[in-house]
Each structure stands twice: as C-alpha cells, then as structure tokens.
C-alpha cells in the first residue's frame, strides 16, 4: 500500500515538473513576499484590490490575497485543461492524497475539497479554467455552555417535604390582617348640555356638512390625471415588475462624437468598427469581464484581444500597459489592440512599440471610423446598427467572478436596472453588470 501510494507521488510529481508551466507551484495560504521570492514580480498588481496576475506561456494564475495570504487562486489557459495538468495542480496545492473529489450539484463541471476545507472547482467537463479557494475556520463560541447542575450521590436519602396541620397552619397565618374594604365610587355625572338652546348640535352639524360638500365640489373642478403606462412583460426579464418604470438611456441618436458616447456603447461601437474591417468580433454581455479585454477580434487563426477605456481628460501610462501586456501574455495573444479616446504618454509608446501592441488614440479613432462610415450615415448613433450587430457578433453570457457557473440577467426591483446575477442565487452572491445597449428592452414613458 505505502509502496503504491510513494509510486503515485512519484508520478504525480514527475507530471509536475513537465507541466510546471501549469503551476509554478502557486499555492493557497501563502504571502505575497513568500510568491515574490521565489518568482518575482508578479505581471499585473492592483494593491487597492489586493489581486496580483502572473502569466507565462499560455497560463495565467490571478490571485486574490485575503487578511494578507492567498485566499483565492484561479489558473487560465487557451487550451482544455487535461487530467494530468488538474493532478498537478492539485499537488501543487497540499498533495492529490489531501483533496477529495466531492459532486458538484446543478454542474457539469467537477469539484475537490481538501482535509482543512479547501476547495476546487472547474465550470465544465473540459475546463479551460480552474478556482481553488482558501475556506476560512470556524470561530469560536462566544460563549461557553452552562455547567452541569451537580447530581446527588447515588443510595443518598430523598428529603419529603413537611406537611402541616389545619392547627398549625390556622395559628401561622393568625397574624395576617384582614382586607381592607374599598368604598364604592360614585356614578360619574352625565356631562351638561351644549349652551345655545336649540341650536347648539344643529350649529355643529350644519357648518360641517357645508364643509364636506365644498370639499367634494373642489375635486371635481380637478383635470383627470391620465393613468400610467404598463411596461409589458419582457421574456428576457422573467421577474421584472410590470409597473417599475425604467429610466430611458441617454439618447444617441444626436451624438457626432466620442464625447457624447458612454463608456459601453464606445466599446460597441469599437467592435462594430472592426467588425466592419472583416474582423470576427466576440465580447462579453457583461462589463468588467476577468481576462480585462473589452472585445477580442478573429482573423486569419489569430485571436487578439482588445481593451478600450474612456480616458477623456487623462492620458493612458506605461502602467495601463504592463497589466494589458501580461493579459496578452496569460492568453498567448500574438498581438493586442489598447484604444482610448483621450491620447498616449510617450513612455507608454516607448513601452508598446516592441511588444506587438497597437496604439489608438482619439485622433486615430477618427479616421478608421471615416474609413467605413457608409454614405450619410452618423456611425455614432448606436442604435441605427446595434441590431445589424448583434446579429453577425458573438456575444456570449457571462461567467459566475466568484463560482464560475452560468448568470442569467435580472431587473433589479429598487433601481430598475439590469444586471447578471448567479444561477446558484442565492446560494452565490457573484454579480456582474450589464450592457444596457445590448437589451432591447420597453422603456416606460
């Protein structure tokens, strides 16, 4: 048994070491100072977040620390993840003996937990990712349990309580006093009759019924309010209240800029650009997506990922660049497009210019939008084409940022606006926003 289980480890860790690339031997618990020292800087940091990214050839490893170690661990890759690379990995993380495969309900994916509560998990059969999360201990009670009332000693003598005598209990209580009687109270006395003879309740009366009936002439003097409108039931929202009106976006119908745009429809409109230039254009239905690229273009074998941010006042640095270089690093992205509508430092064109990363800025944006802007037509208003778009891009569902399952949309009931919530809600809390341009939804007037 012992020479079977030290054969397994052996080749477990042999498997390791060929697919260390997998790994790199990132584990849960573990500091930031302890990762750093043993593989350096990491490719993308956010200290406000507390996330960090390391990335090599076709991995990606995103950790997120917790009360200063590891407490969530999520690897990456542009390939299917094979049994093999899932063994190593889960050596990396405590020894495959220490994790157990458990049943994942309501998934198609699979799951592990390790002996202190750990836990695995991959969103589908041939996963292209993989979560290892740290699970917090138990805290103590608060409290501590009531001790024990003490028990009699087994063969003690029972005590019977005494019983006393009618004599002696006459003579006990032949000092109490006897009640007090309490006088009766007098009938209260009726309340006077109103002074004014004969008119007195019909002086109250008449007055009020005046009153009443000017208050009631006033109403119908009143224009007929006109009832609200009903928003119809939307398929796409199945618990979407019938009566919650939703406020109406900002029209851009008008817009001749980038300006008048907002961040998510200059994304839209980015992808209806390239598309337009034979590019296969493929992106999120939810903002904030995890890989940090807003679009990712298809053409010739190639996959490039595009970030597009809204930088009108400033201008975007080297920095914006290093964590966009280790996203194109984690995926192994042949080339990456960055476009703003702002403009570049020069040391963020110094640090593009050789590492395959194409520059967009304001001025650039312009004339490739020129370039395939048909005859009269105002590009910028989204909705003249949104549906064309839809129609020839892929635009696929979002995944669950804290468990990895599939969201579904949902109105929310307060604010009146979308967003994606868990299929494991409530048991999940993960959220990620929508893309309002991308519902096509009544709008209550």
Not at 223 to 243: D, G, I, N, Q, Y
Not at 275 to 281: I, L, S
């Amino acid at each position: 048994m012992d020479l079977s289980r030290t054969s397994r480890n052996l080749t477990l860790a042999l498997l390791f070491s060929l697919t260390g690339a997998s790994s790199h031997g990132l584990q849960l618990g573990e500091t930031a100072a302890q990762i750093t020292a043993r593989h350096g800087a990491p490719a993308a940091e956010d200290s406000a977040r507390h996330t960090a990214r390391y990335a090599w050839a076709g991995w990606s490893a995103d950790l997120e620390f917790q009360d200063g170690v590891v407490g969530q661990l999520s690897y990456r890759t542009n390939h299917p993840i094979t049994p093999a690379e899932i063994d190593s990995l889960l050596q990396a993380n405590g020894g495959v003996d220490r994790w157990r495969a458990t049943p994942a309900a309501g998934s198609p994916g699979r799951q592990w937990t390790r002996d202190d509560g750990a836990a695995a998990t991959t969103a589908a059969a041939q996963p292209a990712s993989m979560l290892f999360r740290r699970t917090a201990p138990a805290a103590p009670p608060t409290s501590a349990a009531p001790a024990p009332l003490p028990s009699a000693p087994p063969g003690a003598p029972v005590a019977k309580p005494q019983l006393w005598t009618k004599a002696e209990w006459r003579a006990d209580t032949a000092h109490i006093p006897p009640p007090v009687p309490v006088p009766a109270q007098p009938p209260v006395a009726a309340s006077p009759a109103p002074a004014g003879g004969k008119w007195g309740l019909l002086g109250s009366v008449v007055p009020g019924c005046a009153l009443l009936a000017f208050q009631a002439w006033q109403r119908t003097k009143r224009p007929a309010t006109r009832p609200a409108a009903t928003a119809p039931h939307s398929p796409l929202l199945p618990f979407a209240p019938k009566a919650t009106p939703r406020p109406a976006p900002p029209a851009a119908a008008s817009a001749t800029d980038f300006s008048a745009l907002r961040e998510d429809q200059i994304a839209l409109l980015l992808g209806e650009i390239f598309r337009r230039e034979g590019y296969t254009v493929e992106l999120s239905a939810a903002l904030n997506t995890d890989d940090g690229s807003d679009l990712t273009l298809r053409r010739d074998g190639e996959s490039i990922p595009v970030r597009s941010q809204d930088w009108k006042t400033a201008r975007v640095t080297a920095r914006e660049l290093r964590e966009f270089y280790g996203l194109m690093a984690g995926t192994a992205a042949p080339r990456g497009i960055v476009v703003t509508t702002g403009a570049f430092t020069r040391e963020a064109q110094e640090f593009a210019a050789d590492k395959s990363i194409e520059l967009l800025d304001r001025h650039a944006l312009e004339q490739r939008s020129a370039a395939v802007r048909r005859p009269a037509e105002n590009l910028f208003d989204v909705a003249s084409w949104i549906e064309d778009f839809t129609t020839h891009a892929h635009i696929f569902d979002p995944e669950c940022p804290s468990c990895g399952q599939a969201m579904a949309i949902r109105r929310q009931r307060t604010a009146g606006t979308d967003l994606w919530v868990c299929s494991s809600s409530p048991r999940c809390a993960g959220k990620r926003a929508a893309r309002p341009a991308l519902l096509i939804l009544p709008v209550v007037a």
